[in-house]
């Protein structure tokens, strides 16, 4: 019973570096969102995908790209890392099927970037 | 856009206290209301939600009721426990959620 996978855990990048953090559910869920989550900031969206092959700017976007690979899958890259991209990342994924639009998020990705 | 407003600030009480933390919410129609919770150390998972207007939602002694003539969805606790002390969320349906509060219980 997996749910929301997430990968790596933990990621130190030196700025300027690139890196992919990979997502992916089983729960056959149409809509998937990456959060980064701060000190005092609360979760803020970065993007989200409504369904397979469309995606949409959140509310902090910049420095950041994402994939919808297929149904299962929403990958977040940073191109150039940046020391104000020092956060906790949350992919999570919601369906109406039977959940009424429950969230449900994966155990979080803790990005360092030096 | 659909938006929720927690109360500010982190709450720090006495063990067996009461516990409410209040939520208000703009929204076009009546959409689902959720309470989350983060654990240190972890995702956030759902607590308790409701569907509709004046639906109570309910889960480990938490309540909250889908009040839509003040939009809001207060949480509430009649004596909580030192394992209560997390980051509590209120939200719509996704993505909107609002800022969090850190709920510390202490022994």
């Known amino acids: 019973n997996a749910g929301v996978t997430q990968t790596p855990k933990f990621q130190v990048l030196k700025t300027g570096q690139s890196m992919t953090l990979q997502c992916a559910q089983d729960?056959?869920?149409?809509?998937m969102y990456w959060y980064r989550q701060d000190p005092g900031m609360g979760l803020r969206l970065i993007y989200y995908?409504?369904?397979?092959?469309?995606?949409d700017k959140g509310e902090v976007p910049n420095g950041y790209n994402v994939s919808r690979l297929n149904k299962r899958e929403f990958s977040l890259r940073l191109e150039s890392a940046a020391p104000s991209q020092t956060s906790v990342y949350f992919c999570?994924?919601?369906?109406?099927?039977?959940?009424?639009?429950?969230?449900?998020f994966g155990e979080g990705s803790w990005l360092t970037v030096v | 856009g659909d938006s929720v407003t927690q109360m500010e600030g982190p709450v720090t009480l006495s063990e067996e206290a009461f516990l409410t933390i209040n939520c208000t919410y703009t929204?076009?129609?009546?959409?689902?209301l959720f309470w989350y919770v983060q654990y240190p150390g972890e995702g956030l998972q759902l607590l308790l939600k409701?569907?509709?207007?004046?639906d109570k939602g309910s889960n480990k002694g938490f309540e909250a009721t889908y009040r839509k003539e003040t939009t809001s969805f207060h949480l509430e606790k009649g004596s909580v426990q030192v394992s209560d002390s997390a980051v509590y969320f209120c939200?719509?349906?996704?993505?909107?959620f609002g800022k969090g509060n850190q709920v510390v219980v202490i022994p």
């Open positions: 999570a994924s919601s369906g109406m099927e039977d959940s009424g639009n429950t969230i449900y």
């Open positions: 729960m056959n869920h149409n809509s």
């Open positions: 995908s409504a369904s397979e092959g469309t995606t």
């Open positions: 929204a076009t129609g009546y959409p689902s």
């Open positions: 409701a569907t509709k207007a004046d």
């Open positions: 939200a719509l349906k996704p993505p909107a």
